[in-house]
């Protein structure tokens, strides 16, 4: 699976160990829960469970999804996973699920192949 950079940010793999930082920053929070299709988690297992799946459907050949982290700190604040691709309007989906710390709820965005 490939890694993604911009001048700020890193959208890398999701690996081993990133749970309790997924759960601190975003996983736990109800204020970015309510944007999305899942409910806040309410315990650390909840996300170890989801990070799993996550790794497990990486293993399987899933490649679009991303943990987003700040170029020079690995902790991942956010997430980011196509949801739909249009190929005859060269179009993805994507929802992005951020921190409340730096500002940032959830986004939809379309991406467009120029």
């Known amino acids: 699976m490939s890694t993604l950079t911009t001048d700020r940010l890193v959208l890398r793999p999701f690996r081993e160990g990133d749970a309790k930082m997924m ?3 975003w996983t736990s929070d109800e204020n970015v829960a309510r944007y999305c299709h899942w409910q806040k988690h309410e315990n650390l297992n909840t996300t170890i469970w989801l990070l799993q799946m996550y790794l497990d459907e990486a293993a399987s050949g899933f490649e679009f999804r991303w943990a987003i ?3 020079g700190n690995d902790e ?10 249009a190929d005859n309007e060269k179009r993805l989906k994507s929802v992005m699920c951020f921190t409340k710390s730096i500002g940032r709820r959830v986004m939809l965005l379309k991406l467009t192949k120029q």
Do not use: F, L, S
């Open 23 to 25: 759960y601190h920053n």
């Open 69 to 71: 982290t700040e170029k």
């Open 76 to 85: 991942p604040i956010g997430a980011i996973d196509v949801v739909g691709i």
